[in-house]
C-alpha cells in the first residue's frame, strides 16, 4: 500500500434518495464516499452517486478541501446555494451521515 494511502481514511454514507428523481430511478440512494485525510481532516477525494458526469465533478470541486473538523453547516448552506435539484436533501442528509461516521471512528480510534 503506498504510503499516501496509509494517511487517508474513506468513509461512506448514503440516504434515500427522492421518488421520482433520476438518482431513486437508477440507485434508489444518495451515497457519498470521501477520502478525508486523517492528518488534517481534509476531503482530498469524494464521488456520489449522481448519474452524470458533470454533477460528479460539480459537487468534488464543491467539497474537496473542506476540513471535516469544522462546521460542518458552512458546506452544508454551499451545497444549499449551488446545487438545485429535487435530490438535495438526501445528498446533505448523506454528508451529515458521513461527517457523523467520520467522528465516531476517531473517537474510537482514540480511545
Do not use: C, W
Not at 6 to 18: F, M, N, R, S
Not at 65 to 90: C, W
Not at 97 to 111: F, I, M, N, S, V
Request: glycine fraction near 2%; charge should be neutral; aromatic fraction near 10%.
Amino acid at each position: 500500500m503506498d504510503q499516501n494511502q496509509l494517511d487517508t481514511v474513506l468513509v461512506t454514507a448514503y440516504a434515500k434518495a427522492p421518488q421520482g428523481s433520476a438518482m431513486y430511478e437508477v440507485y434508489k440512494h444518495a451515497g457519498i464516499v470521501l477520502e478525508i485525510n486523517a492528518a488534517n481532516h481534509k476531503i482530498i477525494n469524494a464521488e456520489f452517486t449522481f448519474i452524470t458526469e458533470l454533477a460528479q465533478d460539480f459537487f468534488k470541486r464543491m467539497i474537496i478541501g473542506f476540513d471535516m473538523n469544522s462546521d460542518l453547516q458552512v458546506l452544508v448552506k454551499r451545497i444549499e446555494s449551488h446545487y438545485f435539484a429535487p435530490s438535495t436533501t438526501s445528498v446533505i442528509v448523506a454528508l451529515k451521515a458521513a461527517h457523523k461516521r467520520y467522528h465516531e471512528k476517531l473517537k474510537q480510534t482514540e480511545e
